[in-house]
């Protein structure tokens, strides 16, 4: 006769049962769970523990002028590193890698002691010094390929072409901009290795190359952006002035041949400050102080900061007035020297003189405050803020280059009579030299408010094309019609007005001067200007030069006026823009055509004697013996006083 199990017991059988039967589920679930999901991270993961990566950086993208000259480039170099896992004798790799590659003995051991999968020792390392390395033969010790930027113009358009960082990526400008383009995507060796890292006998590597980034091309001229940059650094160290930019661009299609600032750095010693001041106590700094130093070095000022334009703007105010039908070029006006404008005095320029009774065409000539201020009231504060919309200042260009600043403008409900009048003439509101620039080539292009650019296209390895960048016009501020009367009317500013130091015989040139006072108001500090394009009845360059607190004279006309003239002078023949002279002009001494030879490879005497004969005046660039290159370049047909520049070796 069996005993009954007890209830009890019975229960707890079942229970255990069941609990058996629960965690078989789970474990059943959980393995289904890892087979169908987890698989390809676990795959990953083992892969990782069984292998090791070394990435291979890619070849930098190439930046390009529009002749397909390099600006920026890209050298093959080594990267020195160490897999701790793999290090026999670190004592001795740290001796000999901090001989090599001249660095501290305790750091150098420091890092391949410490228990990371892979440690960079050093990146760009010379090729000699990493073959020399690698001969060695160090257990552990990788050298693997890197790539160095090189900028071989140093300073060229420094604030624009931007630079890399330690990890090849873009920092500011047109690196940074086109980042996606220009990096490429990295390669990779992979090595075979146990669970403790260390690489397995007879393994093999494999090695996934890596892919090149695209070649950027851009609109700018090399010769172009040297002779600006010559010019401007010329004219603020001979005034002593705080800094200088000039901005040449094609106003047909927004293209930038030129931006050129001044003072530069060297793009291929992008933390070494350009102020001596600075670099004195550069030491006793702190960290804060130094970073602001470095991004002031770095600022664009053409795009970044804002200033008032002065009498530059003056072409907008005329411009609207056309327009609008409030003024013609007949209309009449008096100054004398001044106007009262709810309850307050605002003088001309040229107070306590007066320039009496003039059209408005001389009103333009003459840069007559008055004159702007009684067509501003004309307009009306709506109609003038509506014309600021439509020429774009309210607004960023659109240019391809980060941080872009926007005007700083009034509220509409804030314009009040003399916040009208002041504007009228380029005060009391601020914008960039780009935005200035841009609204007055559409003035001068037809009416047509473009995008300014630097981005033309990209090409692949073999220089094929890829992509071509398209930008598309902001609008009309005004009708063709306005805009060929704002051509003649410019035009004359230069012939007979306040521009007339830019006048070039053989070629019709448009432009404005001005002179803006720097706030706070009577401290004494200006920023002389003059834009200009040219040839005036088919404008196909247009430039601004801004001179930033020069000492001494500081008026527009006197100051920027001849930079102008000096810049367009050599830039005009070599943009194939031929001169058409008058008979009164050919008359003139030094006016002869002279056609350029070629001195590039002749010694700097020789090439000075044979300019000589030709009486031309000759400028060397530079402490060689020989002639590297020239500008303008042979062929090219200038005026007898103009200037051949040399640059040596």
């Known amino acids: ?44 993961a083992a892969y990782e523990q069984q292998t090791r990566d070394r990435l291979i950086a890619p070849e930098r993208g190439d930046i390009l002028d529009r002749n397909g000259t390099a600006i920026a480039t890209t050298k093959t170099v080594s990267s020195i590193s160490v897999i701790h896992a793999q290090v026999e004798e670190p004592e001795k790799v740290a001796k000999i890698l901090s001989e090599k590659l001249e660095l501290d003995y305790e750091d150098t051991l420091k890092k391949i002691n410490k228990r990371v999968a892979l440690m960079r020792i050093k990146t ?9 390395i690698a001969a060695l033969k160090l257990k ?56 403790r890292g260390r690489e397995l006998k007879n393994s093999e590597q494999s090695r996934v190359a890596p892919v090149a980034g695209y070649d950027l091309v851009t609109s700018i001229d090399i010769n172009l952006q040297q002779y600006a940059e010559q010019t401007i650094e010329k004219v603020v160290r001979g005034k002593s002035a705080k800094r200088g930019s000039i901005i040449m661009m094609n106003p ?63 072409v907008i105010t005329s411009a609207a007035g056309l327009e609008e039908g409030v003024v013609t070029e007949e209309s009449n006006f008096n100054c004398g020297g001044g106007r009262t404008v709810a309850g307050r005095y605002i003088k001309c320029w040229r107070s ?29 504060s709506d109609k003038f803020y509506e014309y600021m919309l439509k020429f774009g200042f309210d607004k960023k260009t659109g240019i391809d280059l980060p941080g872009e600043a926007v005007g700083i403008m009034h509220k509409k409900d804030k314009i009040g009579p003399v916040e009208l009048a002041t504007m009228s003439f380029g005060q009391s509101f601020q914008i960039t030299p780009l935005q200035l620039i841009r609204a007055i080539s559409s003035a001068v292009n037809g009416g047509r408010l473009v995008t300014p650019h630097f981005a033309l296209e ?10 071509t960048f398209e930008y598309e016009d902001a609008g009309n501020p ?81 100051v920027a006026g001849p930079v102008m003239k000096e810049l367009l002078t050599n830039a005009l023949p070599y943009l194939g823009i031929t001169p058409q002279y008058t008979e009164e002009e050919l008359e003139m001494d030094g006016v002869a055509p002279v056609t350029v030879s070629q001195y590039t490879g ?20 530079g402490e060689g013996e020989n002639v590297k290159s020239q500008f303008p370049p042979e062929g090219t047909i200038i005026n007898q006083n103009s200037k051949i520049l040399l640059y040596t070796d």
């Open 458 to 467: 990209l090409r692949d390895e073999n220089g094929d094309t890829v992509k």
């Open 252 to 314: 047909q299609n927004g293209e930038m041949l030129a931006m050129a600032s001044y003072p530069s750095f060297d793009l291929n010693e992008p933390y070494k400050i350009n102020n001596e001041e600075l670099e004195q106590k550069w030491d006793t700094m702190s960290q804060k102080e130094k970073n602001d130093a470095l991004n002031q070095m770095w600022r664009n000022f053409n795009i970044n900061d804002t200033y008032e334009p002065g009498s530059t703007f003056k």
């Open 602 to 621: 002749m010694s700097v005497a020789k090439a000075k004697a044979e300019i000589l004969k030709a009486k031309i005046t000759a400028e060397v660039i």
């Open 140 to 195: 552990g010790v990788m050298v693997d390929e890197d790539i160095q930027r090189i900028y071989p113009y140093e300073t060229l358009a420094a604030q624009v072409i931007g630079f890399v960082g330690k990890d090849n990526q873009g920092i500011i400008g047109l690196e940074s901009k086109y980042e996606d383009y220009l990096k490429g995507e990295k390669g990779k060796i992979m090595t075979q290795t146990d669970g």
């Open 124 to 132: 760009k390392v010379d090729k000699e010094t990493a073959e020399e």
């Open 1 to 44: 006769m069996f005993n009954r199990v007890p209830l009890g017991a019975r229960r707890r059988a079942v229970f255990v049962c069941v609990c058996i039967e629960t965690i078989l589920m789970l474990l059943l679930v959980r393995l289904f769970y890892i087979q169908m999901f987890m698989a390809p991270e676990l795959q990953k």
């Open 478 to 558: 005004i009708s063709k019609e306005t805009s060929e009367r704002m051509k003649k009317i410019l035009e004359s500013v230069v012939a007979v007005g306040t521009g007339n130091k830019t006048y070039i015989p053989g070629y019709r040139i448009g432009g404005k001067t001005a002179t803006s006072e720097k706030l706070p108001r009577k401290s004494g500090k200006y920023i002389a200007s003059f834009c200009a394009f040219a040839p005036a009845e088919d404008p196909q360059v247009i430039a601004i030069v801004l001179v930033d607190e020069p000492q001494g004279v500081y008026y527009g006309g006197q």
């Open 352 to 380: 306590p003189r007066s320039h009496g009774s003039e059209s408005f065409v001389q009103g333009v000539q003459n840069s007559c405050n008055p004159v702007f201020m009684d067509i501003a009231a004309r307009l009306g």
